[in-house]
Nanobody
Framework: VQLQAFGGGLVQAGGSLRLSCAAS????????MDWFRQVPGKEREFVGG????????LFTDSVKARFTIYRDDIKNTGYLQMNLLKPEDTAVYFC??????????????????????WGQGTQVTVSS
């Protein structure tokens, strides 16, 4: 599956952004979809993910209650809604996908190495 992430930009602290991840090439609903982020000099960090069915989501503690993830399998697109953004959320954000049977039907992997497919990054910058 090919993934394309977009929607990043510059926003003030406390603001919101919605990132999109458009998928093509395979049946999107066969895949869990996750978001990662990375800042220069640091490892890629798990942000949140959603299972193939949309029935389960998982977030890293630093974004819980601020970020939500959802998917529209008709549009083959996943979304990361980011609210109450903080300067420390500044990073390049990547979407990734892994097959539901490879990962486990209800398991959302959190390690980058567990993901099969990646989109290009989109820059999110939060000013203070």
């Amino acid at each position: 599956v090919q993934l394309q992430a977009f929607g990043g930009g510059l926003v003030q602290a406390g603001g919101s952004l919605r990132l999109s991840c458009a998928a093509s090439g395979r049946i999107f609903s066969d895949y869990h979809m996750d978001w990662f982020r990375q800042v220069p000099g640091k490892e890629r960090e798990f942000v949140g993910g959603i299972t193939w069915s949309g029935g389960h989501t998982l977030f890293t503690d630093s974004v819980k209650a601020r970020f939500t993830i959802y998917r529209d399998d008709i549009k083959n697109t996943g979304y990361l809604q980011m609210n109450l953004l903080k300067p420390e959320d500044t990073a390049v954000y990547f979407c990734a996908a892994v097959g539901r049977f490879r990962a486990g039907l209800s398991t959302i992997p959190t390690a980058p190495g567990q993901y099969e497919f990646w989109g290009q990054g989109t820059q999110v910058t939060v000013s203070s």
